[in-house]
């Protein structure tokens, strides 16, 4: 994507979605700043899975290179019971065949810095921070984009309340455990899941889930997605949770400082949103537009395609043809985002069954299982 001239361009929200669509707009000759309402930056840790769709994309965005010299590849991962009985594969080697490379993972912290290293270097691009917008319609530019999340104020301003964030029921955890267990994948019980993966050499990122009326309340904490609190006193309660589970998930809850958890309640955005664009110069990318349950991991992934979809389309119509840019926006990624949204939720409900012997049947079927013994 070659540098050209270009508009003006307020991207609110600085996670991953709009920064990605900050570093297309800029390499597209825009002028760009981005809002933001926490006073800095945030790097809690987690793992992103990263669909090599998604790696296209940031390949597309001059950020391949970068995502590749701290990613991790995810290979191997299981589908167990919670005796370790294993169900079925990840259909991760299958991707890995079809697209030619594989699935890979990097910490959310790395990525958020590289996207800013990108920035950086691209220079023009101003990031304001403690940033509160009460009204996107007095944003004076030419294009805005909504990248606020599923809270998103710039989405309520146009479509109200007609899609707003809804919960699915279930409380979930994520922590980085300081050792590599070596045992991917996830475990699927009664009503509740736990997930292990790799991160980086010597950590694994973990996570966890819970029917929401088990889990305690903690108090609230700066850090973490949107409704996120601190671990409180629920870390004994997603210990018992899980006590009695193979080997070595009570092992990564006992091991992990609970203050480095963070807990946050399962939300969707529902129903989904009859448009991506609004008023002839409103996009939305990520959470915003099609916030989803994590249990398909592409949340990232759609906010990266979502980025690179606007941004490429916009470059290509230049700002005189903006309205057709965001026609074209639209067309491309909403039914396919919708999609995702709607599979992710349709798997949580699969997860988190709380009769999960014919779901278990249902699995073993599935190509790598049979319930195999654990090991």
Known sequence: MGARAGGTAVVVGAGVGGLATAVGLRRAGWEVTVLERRAALERYGTAFGIHPTAQAALDRLG??????????PYRGARIRRP???????????????????????????????????ALDGLGGVEIAYGQHLADPASLGADLVVGADGINSTVRTAHFGERSRPCQVGTVAWIGIAGFETGRYGETWGDGRFFGMTPVEPGRTNWYAAVPAATAAAGPATAGGPAGATGPGESAEQLRAAFA???????RVLAETEPATW???EMRHLYPALPSFTAAARVALVGDAAHAMTPNLGQGACTALLDA??????????????????????????RRSAQRVAFGSRNLHRLMTARSPALRDALVSLLPGGGGEPAA
Not at 97 to 116: F, H, M, N, Q, W
Not at 308 to 333: C, H, I, K, S
């Open 308 to 333: 690179e979809a606007l941004t490429r389309a916009v470059a290509e119509a230049g700002p005189d043809r903006l309205p057709a840019a965001l026609r074209a926006y639209d067309t491309e990624r």
């Open 244 to 250: 009695g589970w193979h080997d070595p998930i009570p």
């Open 63 to 72: 950020l391949g290179d970068a995502l590749r010299a701290r990613a991790v």
């Open 83 to 117: 005796d370790g009985t294993v169900l079925a594969a990840l259909p991760l080697e299958r991707i890995e065949r079809k697209a030619g490379r594989p699935e890979l993972l990097v910490s959310r912290p790395y990525l958020i810095d590289a996207l800013l290293a």
């Open 262 to 264: 963070i807990r946050y």
